[in-house]
């Protein structure tokens, strides 16, 4: 039995078909702020429920983030909503709770023109 190509088109289903690993997620979108006594603290835009598409990131994936990210807790994400990497100036990295996990979108893979995007993300623990 011949399976049909996963094309870019049809990866746009995947992403939405609940045989595949969907999670409930949230999305913790940073307001950008001033500082304040040479800090900048964190707060965030009221919380977006997502269903997403949530796997480990594949060897691949890992093969795109600096040596010291391979070893965290990455996750590959594929969402039919935009989700950002910070640039440092503007904008911080969208922050995804997954399994009550707090992670940090770290990159970023341009997939939009396909209906739907892919993120890595990293776990972390955010103090405070």
Same mark, same amino acid.
């Given at each position: ?65 600096? =040596?010291?990210? +391979?070893?965290? /807790?990455? !996750? ?6 935009? *989700?950002?990497? %910070? ?16 992670? =940090?979108?770290? +990159?970023?893979? /341009?997939? !939009? ?6 993120? *890595?993300?990293? %776990? ?5």
């Amino acid at each position: 039995m011949a399976f049909p190509l996963l094309t870019y088109d049809r990866m746009a289903q995947v992403v939405t078909d609940e045989r595949f690993q969907q999670k409930d997620i949230v999305l913790l979108r940073p307001t950008f702020g001033t500082m304040v006594d040479g800090e900048q603290p964190v707060s965030f835009d009221d919380p977006v429920p997502l269903r997403c598409l949530v796997q480990p990131a594949s060897g691949d994936d890992l093969k795109l983030l600096p =040596e010291g990210q +391979r070893l965290g /807790n990455i !996750q590959a994400v594929w969402s039919t909503v935009p *989700l950002y990497v %910070g640039d440092g100036n503007t904008r911080d990295s969208d922050v995804l709770e997954i399994d009550g996990v707090r992670f =940090e979108v770290i +990159r970023m893979f /341009n997939r !939009q023109p396909n209906g739907y995007h892919k993120v *890595l993300v990293e %776990g972390y623990v955010h103090g405070g």
